[in-house]
């Protein structure tokens, strides 16, 4: 481009983001990253990564020494924990029930390995009947679920049975916990998951741009006793290892904003106490469910295996998704999302994720619906939604 | 973790960043930083998607439709570049003159490919008829050079005459920019570059998080034809082409406060005129040239390739580097770095990048310098740097 450009001054809209993440940052954390930098070699940096590292085994419930932000978004922690994990020519169990099973199945591709499938259907969780099965047919290296599946609200239960079946068989776990870190009961060390990545945009209410991952030893000596490298250098947890670890040795330049954004959300994590934030969750998210319940809107998953965090709701007769969509964003600068893959068309995607999960967002996003969907025509009445909620609160 | 760790309000010091990068950041690019956020596929982020293009396009001098930013930091956009680039099987040239002709050789492995070398010392640029002789005896797929080495402060001159060399060979040119845009004369178009990467930590003053990318439609066209696809998930650029090409397609979360910043780091740039920001990276560098020789230091690379935004000062005699670093950080807040590998423990490598390449700057580094080489006893005599710089402005 041979001239500058005109582009005027950053003002996007002031949106409510109760959608699928990124969800609404704290202000706190907004000002943290207006700091100054220092160098990613400081040793003032070390004590802020030291910290960032202590409050994050804190959030993932685990003493895991190898617990650390890897230098990307989610997908890049993902792609770190699947890429480290998967030799070429090992076998990985991922899941069909959701659009972030999917994304294992091709990053365990990329890295050489093969993959196998555990059949569910969108909408449900893992039976770990099927997983045993699945392991007895395939005996896989890998297994790899999803914790909090985004893409459809499901939770995924039994999550201790899971690992127990995958360690009889001699493999390593690997859980996907984007959207539970923060939010949704997760006990890492407890559930004896190996290894645990998720994205900060989530339930912990951080831009995202540095994102959580967890290895227990038995993960971190398979990654560190490698036969070959990993197929990334960018995402090699062996090299990460000399700059989070000890040793403190230059691998790349840490996104020293994004580490000081994470640090401040997990400070917050931390202030409020990681059980108390599990039930502010549920407390808050019960109450939108009880909500557009009352509505006459359905809740895609059971109540089972209902995840606060993110909720697939059922698009009435009368309206399409994109419509209500676009008049919560147009009248409301209210954010919420439509589905993924096989519920694209079906399904609201709702999030009640870290700050975004307040009664004052619950009581705003059922009213503005309640409009939409009154105004739109759908099939529905939706009265009596705010009465509900607050039953319930 | 089972409680919570202590950790406190964030309170880094407040260092004056003159070493190799993160460079100080402008005060209105951290204001950006604290802005709440859009969706990543909200309406008006992808405005804010296209004006970051546009603002990086003009950064490069390239009217390359595939120009955006990597959401990761600059090794990230490096291997987005030669993993997609370098098919398995194909022969990649990469420089031995400096550390970064090293990682370059690194990725090429892990991305499948053989590596070829065209050999220059540490601190001096490649030579046209070194790189000829390579191409004639390696008949390379893919040639890397380092246009700015941020460990040898070294320009790399005659880029036309290496790109030629390549195109007659029908390889593409990768180049490494992490220190020269938006500081040091770059032409991505008049060049013929292929490809280029860089980080915005450098001379664009921005937090590291987004790195900038910028391929030509001859690399696209390789990355849109491979064979097999490219070993990261994460960094594909054919699938990255989903999210930032016309589509918008959900690939990944983009780091949404990483663009904003980059996107004012870029209006900075765009404002001041790309020629002006060259000229005054010169100028400024200039005068701390001129101020560290009249001190009786001498500068690593020769005049003809002395790289303005980094510069490699050898360590005078009567002192190390590690003491004289640590005397600027603990007695002035001041940060400066040492060598990386074959320079390791010979050289410091002082930054004139971006926000920092101001006469302020240069005026505080050598009173502070003189004072450290000084009080440490290094055999020069640090007097009249102050002077020299002033008079060389």
């Not at 003032?44 to 895991?64: G, P």
């Not at 990307?72 to 030799?87: D, H, K, P, Q, R």
């Not at 640090?263 to 969750?281: S, T």
Request: overall charge negative; charged content about 25%; aromatic content about 6%.
């Amino acid at each position: 481009m041979e001239n500058p450009p005109g582009v005027g001054e950053l003002t996007p809209p002031d949106r409510t983001l109760l959608g699928p993440g990124p969800s609404p940052v704290h202000p706190r954390v907004l000002r943290a990253m207006s700091t100054p930098l220092v160098g990613h070699l400081d040793p003032a940096f070390v004590d802020i990564m030291d910290e960032t590292q202590d409050l994050l085994r804190y959030a993932f419930r685990t003493e895991n020494e190898w617990t650390l932000p890897v230098s990307g978004t989610g997908s890049a922690a993902m792609e770190a924990a699947i890429g480290n994990l998967v030799e070429p020519g090992e076998t990985m169990l991922v899941p069909t029930n959701g659009y972030f099973g999917g994304r294992m199945a091709e990053m365990a591709r990329r890295a050489g390995g093969e993959v196998v499938h555990v059949d569910a259907p969108w909408g449900e969780p893992l039976d770990p009947a099927d997983v045993q099965d699945a392991f007895d047919a395939h005996q896989p290296d890998v297994f790899g679920f999803v914790h909090a599946e985004t893409s459809t609200g499901v939770r995924q239960p039994q999550v201790p049975e899971l690992t127990r079946i995958a360690h009889s068989h001699d493999a390593l776990v690997v859980a996907d916990t984007v959207t539970s870190l923060g939010g949704v009961e997760l006990r890492v060390d407890d559930w004896n998951i190996d290894a645990a990545y998720a994205g900060p945009q989530k339930c912990l209410s951080c831009p995202p741009g540095a994102s959580p991952l967890t290895l227990n030893d038995d993960a971190m000596d398979k990654v560190l006793s490698r036969d070959t490298p990993s197929r990334s250098w960018y995402l090699d947890l062996s090299l990460l290892e000399g700059y989070w670890g000890d040793e403190r040795a230059y691998h790349h330049t840490a996104p020293v904003t994004n580490v000081y954004a994470l640090r401040e959300a997990l400070r917050l994590v931390a202030e409020e106490g990681i059980e108390e934030r599990w039930a502010r969750h549920r407390r808050v998210a019960g109450a939108l469910k009880s909500g557009v319940e009352a509505m006459g809107l359905e809740l895609e998953p059971d109540d089972d295996y209902w995840l606060p965090s993110l909720n697939a709701v059922r698009v009435p007769d009368g309206v399409t998704d994109t419509g209500v969509i676009d008049y919560l964003r147009d009248h409301y600068d209210l954010e919420i999302a439509g589905g993924l893959g096989d519920l694209d068309g079906e399904i609201f995607r709702i999030g009640c994720m870290g700050h975004g999960a307040r009664e004052k967002n619950v009581a705003f996003l059922l009213t503005a619906l309640a409009d939409a969907l009154d105004s739109l025509g759908a099939d529905v009445d939706p009265a009596g939604g705010i009465d509900a909620a607050r039953d319930s609160l």
